[in-house]
């Protein structure tokens, strides 16, 4: 049995960096909801925050939603 330790270096750190820009757009995401909710904060800086977080989910859906996809053989 050979082990391609370069490849699998390579897959270990691409898995890692798509982890951590993941978290990353969650957390600015839960940070646009934060101030959208927050009570202090009207009209246009209330829609940019929501604004904000919905795309970062939708970002972090779609990668998601991209990694089933390559897992499950039946979507190819």
Known sequence: MHIDWSALARVAAVSLGVTVVVVVVFTLGVLGLSRAADRRRTGPATALARAQAGLCFLA?????????????????
Request: charged share 5%; hydrophobic share 55%; proline share 6%.
């Open 60 to 76: 972090c859906a779609v990668v998601v939603g991209y990694g089933i996809y390559l897992i499950v053989p039946r979507l190819h």
